[in-house]
């Protein structure tokens, strides 16, 4: 049986990896690609995998790729209408949302209205739009399956026990880079330091991200939406050597958690075939080998984007959306070497301050507070 897929962000880390396993398994078909800027990588993959739609965000990348693709059949378009385009596809039936930004609420949105189960990996999806994405995959009958390594271990701890009210959702961290060190040992770290992530393998963003733990505060506020609780269900557990993903404890106190070599594929796989697993070639865990595994609490004095994280989320309406939009802005000013890495923070804790929440925004009022939080760090520079 043939399962079709369309593949938003299908030039970064996510999308790529997705597209191994496309390989790996013949009953797999794409229909649809986009991405950003990438025009060597998409056209590779575009010829490969003889998508219906390939499309780019970007105008001159678009322009270029519709003249390499002009011998194929492959139409090629551009921006949002064509990520809309791509994500309501008739044949897609299952929307790997792997873009990095806002911009993937409405292609999801689009695809949800259509009928698509999404594979979930865009975080800014449910952390700024959860009051809406929610009710309409309920509201549509479709399947938000999470592809985040911690969002899919909590899933997979589920499986059996739906019926059952989670008591806490444990949220494991590796702790990034840095952890263990003082704020004053951060002052000078490098952009080179921050993208040393010593456990998995991921984008620039998402690197720096996992270094001040806005990474996992964006994932709090997602595990909220996905699973229904509360914050104060929700308990970060730094665990260095990342084997357990996360874990999900039940009233009786019974824990159940889901362990694994830090691999990406794993969750991308499961999210494809839910509910079936399919063999996937790789790593085992060897607990002979492993011999031991620590816990600790986080560090939310020296990394104290969690803590804003868990505000912003608490606080609701537009808020999640300038801690995402004040982080990703910063995140691109760091890469640049314009400010140094504990700005990063700064600069969200500042937006933050400065904002009148909208309660219960609606996505244009979504899309309003990212822009306006950009507006007043242009100033702010």
């Known amino acids: 049986m043939i399962k079709k897929i369309g593949i938003l962000g299908s030039t970064g880390s996510i999308g ?57 059949d492959i139409r090629v378009c551009q921006g949002m209408e064509g990520l809309i385009e791509a994500a309501t596809c008739k044949d897609v039936e299952i929307l790997v949302t792997a873009i990095v930004g806002m911009i993937g609420i409405r292609p999801t949105i689009a695809a949800m209205k259509a009928g698509k189960d999404i594979a979930l990996a865009n975080k800014e999806t449910l952390v700024t739009a959860g009051h809406i994405i929610m009710p309409l995959a309920r509201e549509m009958g479709v399947s938000i399956l999470p592809v985040d390594s911690e969002h899919s271990a909590i899933f997979q701890s589920l499986q ?56 996992k505060g964006l994932e709090v506020m997602e595990a909220k939406w996905l699973f229904g609780v509360d914050y104060d269900q929700i308990q970060v557990v730094v665990h260095p050597q990342s084997v357990i993903h996360s874990m999900v404890e039940y009233e009786d106190g019974a824990i159940m958690a889901q362990l694994g070599t830090p691999d990406m594929k794993l969750p991308i796989q499961y999210a494809l075939f839910y509910p079936d697993r399919k063999p996937l070639a790789g790593e085992r865990l060897d607990f002979y080998r492993l011999g031991q595994m620590t816990f600790e609490a986080p560090d939310t004095d020296t990394f104290r984007a969690l803590k804003l994280a868990i505000s912003a989320g608490r606080t609701g309406g537009t808020m999640p959306t300038v801690f995402n939009a004040a982080n990703e802005k910063a995140v691109a000013l760091f890469l640049q070497k314009k400010i140094s890495f504990l700005q990063i923070t700064d600069i969200i804790e500042e937006c933050m301050e400065r904002h009148v929440p909208v309660p219960d925004p609606g996505v244009e009022e979504i899309l309003f507070a990212e822009q306006e939080t950009y507006a007043h760090i242009r100033e702010m520079q």
């Open 160 to 215: 059996g026990n739906q019926h059952n009210p989670i008591h806490k959702i444990l949220l494991t961290a590796s702790g990034g880079p840095f952890r263990g060190k003082t704020r004053e040992q951060l002052k000078h770290v490098q952009v080179e330091d921050a993208l040393k992530h010593p456990n998995w393998t991921m984008g620039r963003k998402i690197t720096i991200d996992s270094a001040t733990l806005v990474n």
């Open 16 to 72: 790529t990896q997705t597209l191994e396993i496309v390989r790996a398994n013949p009953e797999l078909q794409v229909e649809t690609l986009a991405a950003g800027h990438n025009v060597d990588l998409m056209e590779k993959q575009a010829r490969e995998f003889s998508p219906k739609l390939a499309v780019m965000w970007e105008e001159e990348a678009y322009k270029e790729l519709k003249v390499r693709l002009a011998d194929t």
